[in-house]
């Protein structure tokens, strides 16, 4: 590349040659310019207006790659070896390579001129994206998973973009998408443009469908919008405008309309992109005019006679009202999830309540073996056998999914384990269960009872020393607590700790295989109390049966809730809150200003009281089967801003303690009517099975507290194997062991030589674009689809009764728990999902409303015996429902109505 290097520009790219070396100079196929840029070209061809820009093209990235590539480090070559130790170590090594790679000399020039030409155009600065060569093909697309920059300003910072850019070719899972969908080989061009000063974006799909009796057909475009720069929709960081638009016989007409309250947008600021405060005046109003929805429209039926579709189109509107076609692709198909195909049935609905989010790649290498390992002992325990080669569980974005498809092939086989019973007890939708139900039609169940005796008596007998295998395993967990937390791990050698590591791990093991049994006679113990609800005392109702089941068993057979091992850091905090409000210093500091930490409290009765509550329960926090997530024994803002919270409620007089005689008295009351009406054999039947649910249930809890320690106990670990790679490889940071696996720590610490530097960088690229992507829906077919909104049906949603009552009030929608300061008394709290740690805030809420969770999920359960009204399993509640809306929550029913 010794010669001048001159880049064209989108229009001279899109114009007819008129020489053969003129051709070979504007070549704008797909090899020489990648999808991305390849399919601009395209648009300028057919006369859509795109930001102006040019094409880096890929023989540059390739020439660079053979240049500072060692050998056996090329894409095809990591294609190949993905998904092996060491194909990862070779991208992790790559990808270093090629982020700090010198460029040729001819680019560099080039790159200085259009920082300086084409950066004059551009008061908000210069967008690099990616151009994969199979990028936006019929086989497949990257994006979401290459890289971005936007607002790139100078030849230094346009440099870095363009490698950063071209290394992110070489993040695993990118490796890992292509070659699941079959890539040999690719190379990445880089597309540079001009950033369009946003007053408002929008993304829109547009889609032709073929309707009987009409010609041309009916056209679907679905349209979300925002202020400012469009990211925060394709991150799913904020919720947008959503119109729906029908095209059918010549008129045009929305079937949907839903305004978002945007109160922050997405700007170019001098040091990138921002996050500014909208104005107040714009925060409820729509993001885009009746004109520019009609502009989308028209782009979306031009290009759906151009080429098949369905289309993704982006959009952004300017300053003076014109509007800017950035991308259009057609959505292509993508590989299936590890383990799957076009018609399995993936589902996050269960899992997604002990691990939600992105989850880093430590807790994967630990929670998959856990859960594989689980799934496989749970079947063999009732006699199932699992085929080889089956995945219950697979990372779609980062996430935990359950293969259902597989699961039910193999639960089947067990008589009464139907789609529909699992799947009403875990949050799972009608139309899945109808689907799984035609997957394993006509499953056989002579093996089951052919297996039937020797499974029986192994269960009788697993069932006759349950208790005292809880009781031994009750202290050989304690003596090993006492231990481990007498342990100095910095006195021990590398060795020791890795031994400790290991150990943790192994006990693990044994932790959850306990759990599971646990686990296991609670759901058959519920199911059975179910069934016999169902055929005495509701005429066949399930769901009237299923609200009695959890009513009947709320309260702990008149212990109350103190007794359940999940609810006791809410009733210890409770009772912090009573002595707080007697102590004028802490209670004035908590009204006024809440500290971050218990010593930051004057010294006195609150601040000794909760050194005893972290003490107790430090171990504890939210999303605690997350590895990377401080404990609350290292990060006590969560609780002291929940204790606050209670204090306010104390204050004002108001309740801020869990009811716990109310929901014994309901369950009682409940029991009472029940015996009533039953003869002596159901009433008998119904006394047993109440007392197994009570039983196993707090067993259940007992055992989810341990496996939560000893995950703090490797966190503690882990840790400490940072602190030493640290010491040794300066390029290791905090925190960075949590993007290795067990093995790979345990591997440095033993000290075999690994370039585990260059593996963290590649991995934490990677989480950071989970991190950016959407939650995909809870459940999908396949593969997830390309663009999720949920519908926004009338003012009604559905879910399941998990506490009876009825409560109105405003809506308090909360993604995280660094948001509980923000609930405010009398608000009905709205999430995803919850787990132990965001139970505290339960009574601080007038009510609480979940997208995930069935009967059994852990909401449901401490709702009901907390006696606050809750609803779970709300499709869509967190972006039908938001901040300061008022709605009637039903417990009930299991329905939420917007008023």
């Given at each position: 590349?010794?010669?001048?290097?001159?880049?064209?520009?989108?229009?001279?790219?899109?114009?007819?040659?008129?020489?053969?070396?003129?051709?070979?100079?504007?070549?704008?196929?797909?090899?020489?310019?990648?999808?991305?840029?390849?399919?601009?070209?395209?648009?300028?061809?057919?006369?859509?207006?795109?930001?102006?820009?040019?094409?880096?093209?890929?023989?540059?990235?390739?020439?660079?790659?053979?240049?500072?590539?060692?050998?056996?480090?090329?894409?095809?070559?990591?294609?190949?070896?993905?998904?092996?130790?060491?194909?990862?170590?070779?991208?992790?090594?790559?990808?270093?390579?090629?982020?700090?790679?010198?460029?040729?000399?001819?680019?560099?020039?080039?790159?200085?001129?259009?920082?300086?030409?084409?950066?004059?155009?551009?008061?908000?600065?210069?967008?690099?994206?990616?151009?994969?060569?199979?990028?936006?093909?019929?086989?497949?697309?990257?994006?979401?998973?290459?890289?971005?920059?936007?607002?790139?300003?100078?030849?230094?910072?346009?440099?870095?973009?363009?490698?950063?850019?071209?290394?992110?070719?070489?993040?695993?899972?990118?490796?890992?998408?292509?070659?699941?969908?079959?890539?040999?080989?690719?190379?990445?061009?880089?597309?540079?443009?001009?950033?369009?000063?946003?007053?408002?974006?929008?993304?829109?799909?547009?889609?032709?469908?073929?309707?009987?009796?009409?010609?041309?057909?009916?056209?679907?475009?679905?349209?979300?919008?925002?202020?400012?720069?469009?990211?925060?929709?394709?991150?799913?960081?904020?919720?947008?405008?959503?119109?729906?638009?029908?095209?059918?016989?010549?008129?045009?007409?929305?079937?949907?309309?839903?305004?978002?309250?945007?109160?922050?947008?997405?700007?170019?600021?001098?040091?990138?992109?921002?996050?500014?405060?909208?104005?107040?005046?714009?925060?409820?109003?729509?993001?885009?005019?009746?004109?520019?929805?009609?502009?989308?429209?028209?782009?979306?039926?031009?290009?759906?006679?151009?080429?098949?579709?369905?289309?993704?189109?982006?959009?952004?509107?300017?300053?003076?009202?014109?509007?800017?076609?950035l991308q259009a692709r057609p959505v292509v198909e993508r590989g299936f999830p590890e383990g799957g195909d076009a018609a399995t049935v993936w589902s996050c609905t269960n899992l997604a309540e002990a691990l939600p989010g992105v989850a880093t790649p430590l807790t994967w290498s630990v929670a998959e073996t856990f859960s594989e390992l689980g799934f496989r002992r749970a079947f063999a325990a009732l006699g199932c056998s699992v085929p080889r080669g089956t995945k219950f569980v697979a990372n779609v974005h980062g996430r935990f999914y359950l293969n259902l498809t597989a699961f039910m092939r193999v639960a089947a086989a067990v008589p009464g384990l139907d789609p529909a019973t699992l799947l009403g007890m875990s949050g799972g939708t009608s139309d899945s269960a109808a689907l799984l139900a035609t997957q394993v039609e006509g499953a056989s169940h002579r093996g089951f009872y052919a297996r039937l005796p020797l499974t029986a008596a192994r269960l009788v007998r697993e069932q006759a020393r349950l208790d005292e295998d809880f009781e031994v395993y009750q202290r050989e967990a304690s003596r090993m607590r006492a231990a481990f937390e007498a342990r100095d791990l910095g006195i021990l050698t590398d060795d020791g700790v890795a031994t400790t590591l290991r150990d943790l791990q192994r006990f693990l093991d044994r932790t959850g295989t306990l759990m599971l049994t646990c686990a296991s006679n609670a759901l058959s113990s519920f199911l059975a109390l179910r069934m016999l609800l169902q055929r005495t005392a509701c005429d066949g109702d399930e769901p009237k049966a299923t609200r009695l089941a959890a009513d009947v068993t709320a309260g702990g057979a008149g212990k109350g809730l103190g007794d359940l091992e999940s609810a006791r850091p809410t009733i210890a905090l409770a009772r912090v809150a009573e002595i707080a409000l007697r102590d004028e210093a802490a209670k004035?500091?908590?009204?006024?200003?809440?500290?971050?930490?218990?010593?930051?409290?004057?010294?006195?009765?609150?601040?000794?009281?909760?050194?005893?509550?972290?003490?107790?329960?430090?171990?504890?926090?939210?999303?605690?089967?997350?590895?990377?997530?401080?404990?609350?024994?290292?990060?006590?803002?969560?609780?002291?801003?929940?204790?606050?919270?209670?204090?306010?409620?104390?204050?004002?007089?108001?309740?801020?303690?869990?009811?716990?005689?109310?929901?014994?008295?309901?369950?009682?009351?409940?029991?009472?009517?029940?015996?009533?009406?039953?003869?002596?054999?159901?009433?008998?039947?119904?006394?047993?099975?109440?007392?197994?649910?009570?039983?196993?249930?707090?067993?259940?809890?007992?055992?989810?507290?341990?496996?939560?320690?000893?995950?703090?106990?490797?966190?503690?670990?882990?840790?400490?194997?940072?602190?030493?790679?640290?010491?040794?490889?300066?390029?290791?940071?905090?925190?960075?062991?949590?993007?290795?696996?067990?093995?790979?720590?345990?591997?440095?610490?033993?000290?075999?030589?690994?370039?585990?530097?260059?593996?963290?960088?590649?991995?934490?690229?990677?989480?950071?674009?989970?991190?950016?992507?959407?939650?995909?829906?809870?459940?999908?077919?396949?593969?997830?689809?390309?663009?999720?909104?949920?519908?926004?049906?009338?003012?009604?949603?559905?879910?399941?009764?998990?506490?009876?009552?009825?409560?109105?009030?405003?809506?308090?929608?909360?993604?995280?728990?660094?948001?509980?300061?923000?609930?405010?008394?009398?608000?009905?709290?709205?999430?995803?999902?919850?787990?132990?740690?965001?139970?505290?805030?339960?009574?601080?809420?007038?009510?609480?409303?979940?997208?995930?969770?069935?009967?059994?999920?852990?909401?449901?359960?401490?709702?009901?015996?907390?006696?606050?009204?809750?609803?779970?399993?709300?499709?869509?509640?967190?972006?039908?429902?938001?901040?300061?809306?008022?709605?009637?929550?039903?417990?009930?029913?299991?329905?939420?109505?917007?008023?």
């Amino acid at each position: 590349m010794s010669e001048p290097l001159h880049l064209p520009s989108l229009d001279e790219l899109a114009r007819d040659p008129a020489s053969r070396s003129e051709r070979r100079r504007l070549d704008a196929s797909v090899e020489t310019l990648g999808g991305k840029g390849s399919r601009l070209v395209w648009l300028v061809r057919h006369g859509f207006t795109v930001p102006n820009g040019v094409v880096i093209p890929a023989s540059i990235f390739e020439s660079v790659c053979k240049e500072v590539l060692p050998p056996g480090h090329d894409v095809r070559t990591l294609l190949r070896l993905q998904g092996t130790r060491d194909g990862t170590e070779r991208a992790g090594r790559a990808h270093a390579r090629i982020r700090e790679a010198k460029l040729p000399r001819a680019l560099e020039l080039e790159l200085a001129r259009l920082a300086t030409e084409l950066g004059a155009e551009a008061p908000w600065g210069l967008a690099v994206r990616s151009s994969a060569t199979c990028e936006d093909g019929v086989d497949g697309s990257l994006a979401g998973l290459a890289t971005t920059h936007l607002g790139v300003r100078g030849h230094a910072a346009l440099v870095d973009a363009v490698r950063d850019v071209w290394a992110s070719l070489f993040l695993p899972r990118a490796l890992v998408y292509l070659g699941q969908i079959g890539v040999q080989a690719a190379a990445m061009a880089v597309v540079i443009q001009v950033v369009i000063e946003a007053r408002a974006s929008a993304v829109a799909v547009a889609e032709q469908h073929v309707v009987a009796g009409q010609a041309g057909g009916a056209l679907d475009v679905l349209v979300n919008a925002t202020w400012g720069l469009g990211g925060p929709i394709v991150s799913g960081h904020a919720t947008p405008d959503v119109v729906r638009i029908r095209v059918s016989g010549g008129e045009s007409h929305a079937t949907e309309r839903v305004l978002a309250h945007k109160p922050r947008m997405l700007l170019v600021g001098e040091h990138g992109t921002e996050v500014v405060e909208v104005p107040t005046a714009l925060r409820d109003a729509p993001a885009l005019g009746e004109a520019r929805l009609a502009e989308i429209v028209a782009a979306g039926d031009r290009l759906t006679h151009l080429g098949r579709g369905p289309w993704e189109i982006e959009v952004a509107v300017d300053g003076h009202d014109v509007l800017h076609l950035l991308q259009a692709r057609p959505v292509v198909e993508r590989g299936f999830p590890e383990g799957g195909d076009a018609a399995t049935v993936w589902s996050c609905t269960n899992l997604a309540e002990a691990l939600p989010g992105v989850a880093t790649p430590l807790t994967w290498s630990v929670a998959e073996t856990f859960s594989e390992l689980g799934f496989r002992r749970a079947f063999a325990a009732l006699g199932c056998s699992v085929p080889r080669g089956t995945k219950f569980v697979a990372n779609v974005h980062g996430r935990f999914y359950l293969n259902l498809t597989a699961f039910m092939r193999v639960a089947a086989a067990v008589p009464g384990l139907d789609p529909a019973t699992l799947l009403g007890m875990s949050g799972g939708t009608s139309d899945s269960a109808a689907l799984l139900a035609t997957q394993v039609e006509g499953a056989s169940h002579r093996g089951f009872y052919a297996r039937l005796p020797l499974t029986a008596a192994r269960l009788v007998r697993e069932q006759a020393r349950l208790d005292e295998d809880f009781e031994v395993y009750q202290r050989e967990a304690s003596r090993m607590r006492a231990a481990f937390e007498a342990r100095d791990l910095g006195i021990l050698t590398d060795d020791g700790v890795a031994t400790t590591l290991r150990d943790l791990q192994r006990f693990l093991d044994r932790t959850g295989t306990l759990m599971l049994t646990c686990a296991s006679n609670a759901l058959s113990s519920f199911l059975a109390l179910r069934m016999l609800l169902q055929r005495t005392a509701c005429d066949g109702d399930e769901p009237k049966a299923t609200r009695l089941a959890a009513d009947v068993t709320a309260g702990g057979a008149g212990k109350g809730l103190g007794d359940l091992e999940s609810a006791r850091p809410t009733i210890a905090l409770a009772r912090v809150a009573e002595i707080a409000l007697r102590d004028e210093a802490a209670k004035a500091m908590l009204l006024e200003h809440p500290p971050r930490a218990v010593h930051d409290l004057p010294a006195g009765p609150t601040r000794d009281a909760l050194d005893r509550w972290v003490a107790a329960y430090g171990d504890r926090a939210v999303r605690e089967a997350e590895l990377a997530t401080p404990r609350w024994r290292e990060d006590q803002s969560f609780p002291l801003a929940t204790l606050a919270l209670y204090v306010q409620r104390g204050a004002a007089g108001l309740p801020y303690a869990p009811m716990l005689d109310e929901a014994s008295h309901r369950a009682s009351t409940v029991m009472d009517k029940l015996e009533a009406q039953l003869g002596f054999a159901s009433r008998t039947a119904l006394r047993h099975l109440v007392a197994r649910c009570h039983k196993f249930a707090r067993l259940r809890e007992q055992m989810r507290a341990w496996v939560t320690w000893v995950l703090g106990g490797i966190r503690v670990a882990v840790l400490e194997a940072n602190r030493r790679l640290s010491r040794r490889d300066p390029a290791i940071v905090a925190n960075d062991v949590f993007f290795c696996t067990v093995d790979e720590i345990l591997a440095a610490l033993r000290g075999e030589a690994r370039p585990i530097d260059r593996i963290i960088a590649a991995r934490r690229a990677q989480h950071a674009r989970d991190l950016a992507r959407p939650d995909p829906p809870d459940t999908f077919v396949g593969r997830p689809p390309f663009v999720h909104v949920e519908p926004s049906g009338g003012p009604t949603l559905h879910g399941h009764g998990a506490c009876a009552g009825v409560v109105t009030g405003p809506v308090r929608v909360l993604a995280s728990p660094e948001q509980a300061t923000e609930l405010r008394p009398g608000e009905i709290l709205v999430t995803r999902t919850t787990d132990v740690g965001w139970t505290p805030l339960f009574v601080a809420a007038a009510g609480v409303v979940t997208e995930l969770g069935g009967p059994l999920s852990h909401a449901a359960i401490v709702a009901r015996e907390l006696g606050v009204p809750c609803v779970v399993n709300v499709q869509g509640a967190l972006k039908r429902l938001r901040d300061g809306m008022t709605v009637r929550l039903d417990g009930d029913r299991g329905v939420v109505e917007i008023l």
